[in-house]
């Protein structure tokens, strides 16, 4: 039974990343770039994004978000007070987005007009690792109060991951946090990585974040022959 | 195809629960308290546990640890420095345990020897509300750093714990935790819920979640005929 249920899974997988696909190639084609957040609940993917779409509204940028949950569109109205165009998806108890959910949810949305989309993923370094949402950008999240040895313990999200930041380091002292060793850590299971170090209280890294989002949006986003 | 694997899925389910009801059983007859400890990833369970496993050898109680992690055996070891008889459950990439792989990992231990058998779940707030190990008392962990939302936000597995701890109290004022907030809605997903506060770094609380264990050790552990 369980080959049959794996068999099945499998399929179910495959039909994602056909959706993803061809997601991506549309949104691509639009002109934005989208960026996947993923990590466990608690790690301040909320926290993180209400500060950069408050930030990226004024510097002019036109952003919206979906944010994904099982239960209750707390998060979705957090976002919404930055201004910005936001939707929740309720993923009814599955621990992951799926990229036909995605897709679903921007059928009314001019996407042409954003320069950036923010999926906000269901808290959670298992599950959302296997599936493709059509992103351009998939970024980690670990906060300093979880521990250095997340990256060894969930490699897959870590490893699929195009970028990791490390989140809340207002609290890395409290939290005797090491982040040479979380560093390593990350770089172990996935060489090369991009390591952002951020606080949504403080603003600290701020800066180099939204430069991350910057030169990626004008790396993935600028027509192959005119880069 | 989705109808396929929910149907499929109900049956592991079923399969799972199966087993768990003829683990629970053996369990009671062998007389041990069996608690299964699930949470996010990071919110401390192995601290805990480290700390509980050191505390209770020391009171004379023996004491033994199942821990499950997609890769690593970090906790393992880290929990074996207690001197108490742990051992790994590698899940292959899965997001939970189930009834089996405890099942398996106690063949060759006596557990009439035990008095309390902990079980360290993959850290998770989705998957693993849905398998019962055959466990007597199920605790879900929250840590001060995770916001008080996420009882809403993952209400199934607060809704199927017999006990909630909130950990890393020390850090509640860094983090600005409002546990007032954060109790209101763990009573509303889980009404009459016992919850606790603890530190493993401090020890606050510890004295009371012991004698939460030895209360239910009493309680449950106790043939029916003589209480």
Redesign the interface.
Known sequence: ??A??LE??K??LN?NDEIARGLRRRLQAAGLLTINLVS???TGKTALLQRTLRTLREQGYSTAALVG????D??ARRLAAAGVPVKQINTN?R?HLEAQMISDHLSDWDIASFDYLFIEN??????PSSYDLGEELRIVLL?V???E??P?????IFNSADVAIIT?ID?AE??EFDLETASANIEAVRPGIQILTTSAKTGAGMTEWLGCLEHHKHERCTPVESR
Chains 1, 2 share one sequence.
């Open positions: 039974m369980e049959r249920v099945i899974r399929g179910i039909k466990s609940p608690g949950d099982l239960e209750t707390n998060d108890g621990c269901v808290g959670n370094l298992v599950c906060s109060t979880e521990g040895d997340k060894l313990k969930y490699p897959n809340k609290l409290a939290c």
